[in-house]
């Protein structure tokens, strides 16, 4: 019986799961329809008086003023009627005032009395654009069983001017409206906004660290989307109208070229170069149409402009409010996304992977908002109260920007701990690559060293030792020595050997114990020649330099210099000192003797030979009073 394999879960698992996570956050924070409490009345009906005849057109609510009047400024009044308890009423409760929408500037009257007001009523294009909800408590003295409200409105075309539906009644009544009102369009923007500028700093962030385009055009696109944002709460914008209007635009240009670059960033397939031109002529085209548009509003009377521009001039059918223009460039960006994500989402059905799959997803819900938004700001002013879907729907798009983020960083990661490791394992095998190479040439090293010492060795044996049982040799075949000269041979090749041995095992730098040495074995044979020997020396720093071969050489040099006064100076005085200055230790011989023969020869060169190895100087001076050898041995090692 063969076991079955585990079945695979579908690919497409994970990006479903977080699809879903995001639907619900959305439906989470966003707040059902409220019913207002007792005692609450709508008020959807006013009275619309406008310049120059102020003949009152009866108006239902919502007035959205680019549907009513396209392409007109206007300054209007509005009256609205509702009853409320009398002032005296000991049922009156507070109440309240509630409007969900109104603008562009305005200010409100009741009962003849100035409540509040906003914006400059004399200013076309003002900076002030009341895009939040406006809840002002009435006061209870002005309250009379039938009121009548004024409600003055500055509009300005292509700025969603206009007055929604208004709410008065008990002030607990209206409070759960209130609320929700103040949530959906200033809270959760605000929200979002949030959200997208922190997306932007941590791809900032990454991007300075890391260098890779994909957190540079990620930090781009999110920062152009939170002011974006900002501007559907941010009651006064920082420049008037259209100056700002166009600036707006501009920050969805930026963040419609930023979000391409970033898809093209994510690996998908190379992008074709005429979709790269498509995208190029769209943000080209954008401040082109959105220039016609407003130079359409602007220049001449609207009854001229329709009577030669036709259809061109202003939006879709009889209610449109934009121009034409700006419409067809909307419509036409919206259609190439729309194709684009169809391709992108057909890429990732062949080949899935999750960071291109919330994208995909992600994008296709905001192309579904913003469709919806542009749908809904021009086909009936009945949805002039409802808030814009693409600033809820395009935190999804901000939420998948930070997974997809967080998933890069946490490759990029992975690949470098991989590195690292990797780099590590190849550092650890050089290294003991090194250490057996060092090893080996430690050991040849070694090798080297011990074949130099034997060879120094044998060569000092025959130089010392050696030459004297040869002489010793010649000695005994000639038959002319006698018994106390062959004696005298054989004791200096003896003598010579044992300093052999000595040197071998003096401490390095140690001039004392070298001169230890040599006087321990040489005192009787100096004795033994007629010679009486002064011995002065002082306490010798060590030469740090000076190792075994060093000490060798100023043994064999002191070595030269007696056997010279013993066998040739002929004197009866033998006088060693040893001192030493701020440089140099300093080694005296000096004799009493003739001098006839010394240092003659091979001797001398081979003592100055050595001292020249060793960095020493050598001075010899002699005549018939004797002679004084003098060898100055340096404290410091000279390059």
């Known amino acids: 019986m063969t076991a079955t394999a585990p079945t695979e879960r579908p690919r497409w698992l994970a990006p479903l799961v977080v699809l879903v996570l995001l639907l619900s956050l959305l439906w989470l924070l966003t707040p059902g329809r409220v019913v207002p409490g007792p005692g609450a009345q709508v008020l959807d009906h006013a009275q619309i008086f406008t310049p120059p005849n102020q003949q009152a057109i009866e108006q239902a609510l919502p007035l959205h003023w680019d549907i009513t009047a396209p392409g007109q400024q206007a300054t209007a009044e509005l009256r609205l009627h509702f009853d409320a308890p009398a002032a005296g009423d000991s049922r009156a409760q507070p ?87 103040e949530w959906l369009r200033s809270s959760l923007p605000q929200a979002a906004s949030v959200l997208s500028l922190v997306v932007a700093t941590l791809c900032v962030l990454l991007w300075l660290q890391q260098h890779d385009p994909l957190y540079a055009w990620a930090a781009l696109g999110e920062l152009a989307w939170a002011l974006r944002v900002a501007d559907s709460w941010w009651e006064a914008s920082p420049m008037d109208w259209p100056a700002w209007g166009l600036f707006v635009l501009g920050l969805i240009w930026i963040w419609s070229g930023a979000l391409y670059q970033f898809i093209a960033a994510l690996q998908f397939s190379p992008r074709p170069r005429w979709e790269r031109n498509i995208i190029v002529l769209s943000l080209l085209g954008g401040p082109l149409a959105y220039g016609l548009s407003w130079a359409l509003q602007t220049l001449g009377g609207r009854d001229e402009m329709v009577q030669h521009l036709g259809p061109l001039a202003y939006g879709l059918g009889s209610g449109g409010q934009t121009p034409m223009i700006l419409v067809v460039w909307m419509l036409g960006t919206l259609l190439f ?95 003991a690559e090194l250490t057996q190479r060092h090893e080996q040439v430690t050991a040849l090293e070694r090798e080297r060293a011990a074949a130099e010492e034997r060879t120094r060795i044998l060569r000092d044996m025959h130089d010392g030792a050696g030459a004297h049982l040869i002489a010793a040799i010649h000695q005994v ?7 106390d000269e062959l004696l005298q041979t054989l004791r200096e090749s003896l003598d010579q050997l044992r300093l052999n041995i000595d040197a071998m095992h003096l401490p390095p730098g140690d001039i004392n114990a070298l001169l230890s040495s040599l006087r321990f074995r040489l005192e009787r044979r100096i004795q033994a020649a007629g010679l009486r020997l002064v011995w002065r020396a002082d306490e010798l720093p060590l030469i740090a330099h000076y190792l075994g071969p060093q000490l060798r050489h100023v043994q064999f040099i002191l070595l030269e210099v007696i056997s010279n006064a013993i066998q040739h100076a002929q004197g009866s005085r033998l006088e060693v000192t040893a001192t030493a200055d701020t440089t140099h230790v300093v080694l005296e011989l000096r004799d009493d003797g003739v001098g006839s023969g010394q240092g003659a020869g091979q001797g001398l060169r081979s003592m100055q030979e050595r001292a020249t190895l060793i960095g020493a100087t050598l001075e010899r001076s002699g005549g018939e009073q004797g002679t004084r050898v003098v060898l100055r041995l340096p404290l410091q090692q000279t390059v």
């Not at 939040?132 to 001017?161: C, F, H, K, Y």
């Not at 693409?390 to 901000?398: E, M």
């Not at 075949?477 to 018994?483: I, N, P, Y």
Request: charged share 20%; glycine share 6%.
């Open 337 to 431: 996304w729309a194709v684009l994500n169809v391709r992108l989402a057909l890429e990732v059905w062949r080949k899935p992977d999750l960071s291109r799959a919330l994208v995909v997803m992600a994008l296709a819900l905001s192309l579904v908002a913003i469709g919806r938004d542009i749908y809904a700001g021009r086909a009936s002013a009945l949805h002039y109260e409802e808030s814009a879907w693409a600033k809820y729907a395009a935190v999804t798009l901000a939420l998948s920007v930070l997974v997809i983020v967080s998933l890069r960083f946490q490759q990029a990661r992975d690949e470098l701990l991989r590195l690292n490791s990797s780099i590590g394992q190849k550092l650890a095998q050089r290294e």
């Open 477 to 483: 075949e000639s038959g002319q020595a006698t018994r």
């Open 95 to 181: 109440w309240s005032l509630l409007i969900p929408r109104l603008g562009n500037a305005w200010a409100i009257e009741l009962n003849g009395q100035a409540l509040a007001s906003a914006g400059r009523m004399d200013q076309p294009g003002d900076a002030w654009a009341a895009k939040r909800p406006v809840w002002l408590t009435l006061p209870s003295v002005l309250l009379q069983p039938q009121n009548e409200l004024r409600i003055r409105l500055r509009m300005d075309t292509g700025r969603r001017a206009g007055l929604s539906r208004l709410w008065v009644g008990p002030t607990a009544a209206l409070l759960p409206m209130r609320d929700r009102e």
